[in-house]
T-cell receptor, first 113, second 107 residues
Framework: DSGVTQTPKHLITATGQRVTLRCSPR?????VYWYQQSLDQGLQFLIQ???????AKGNILERFSAQQFPDLHSELNLSSLELGDSALYFC????????????FGEGSRLTVL | KNEVEQSPQNLTAQEGEFITINCSYS?????LHWLQQHPGGGIVSLFM???GKKKHGRLIATINIQEKHSSLHITASHPRDSAVYIC?????????FGQGTRLTINP
């Protein structure tokens, strides 16, 4: 058990819809990272938050947004969903801003029909 | 060219063999991570390296900062080691992932 909790584990929705994925980091970790893993691609870094502030952006679409709340949990919002957004979405946490051991959640599997 | 290149992409070996997976990168980093992803999808962090060598059980990871290269070794491999191994570099507050090495260990 990594200590990182992601919900929901599975989600099926339709094109055009909006969903929210939630991540609770390991106790004491201030950084939360979001990743996307599609069937035909490896892991892609989306965005990092540290102590409530956005710190780094990767290949995140404009239709996607994220935030980290004062209690350090984070949400990834995906809107105007397309078939190609079907993927596993992972979050990971670490203690520091840059560097430090990563702890991964089990992922949220999103299927867009 | 990807900032992180792993080799081989696929590796099949017999139980007991010594396994080496390589990772080369092209940018400055603050740390390098080796991750393991099992068929169910879950990801486990195996090592975080910024220099030298680390060992955990049958797994050994090394990094050469000057050559921008890291290796993951598995001694006395076992079918339960079958997984995808992913090299990840961390720097400038972002993570870049290698494409992964799919390892299959046959009994």
């Amino acid at each position: 058990d990594s200590g990182v909790t992601q919900t929901p584990k599975h989600l099926i929705t339709a094109t055009g819809q909006r969903v929210t994925l939630r991540c609770s980091p390991r106790s004491g970790d201030l950084s939360v990272y979001w990743y996307q893993q599609s069937l035909d691609q490896g892991l892609q870094f989306l965005i990092q938050y540290y102590n409530g502030e956005e710190r780094a952006k990767g290949n995140i679409l404009e239709r996607f947004s994220a935030q980290q709340f004062p209690d350090l949990h984070s949400e990834l919002n995906l809107s105007s969903l397309e078939l190609g957004d079907s993927a596993l979405y992972f979050c990971a946490s670490s203690m520091g801003l840059d560097g430090g051991e990563l702890f991964f959640g089990e992922g949220s599997r999103l299927t867009v029909l | 060219k990807n900032e992180v290149e792993q080799s081989p992409q696929n590796l099949t070996a017999q139980e007991g063999e010594f396994i080496t997976i390589n990772c080369s990168y092209s940018v400055g980093i603050s740390a390098l991570h080796w991750l393991q992803q099992h068929p169910g999808g879950g990801i486990v962090s195996l090592f975080m390296l910024s220099s030298g060598k680390k060992k955990h059980g049958r797994l050994i990871a090394t990094i050469n900062i000057q050559e921008k290269h890291s290796s993951l070794h598995i001694t006395a491999s076992h079918p339960r080691d079958s997984a995808v191994y992913i090299c990840t570099i961390q720097g400038a507050q972002k993570l870049v992932f290698g494409q992964g090495t799919r390892l299959t260990i046959n009994p």
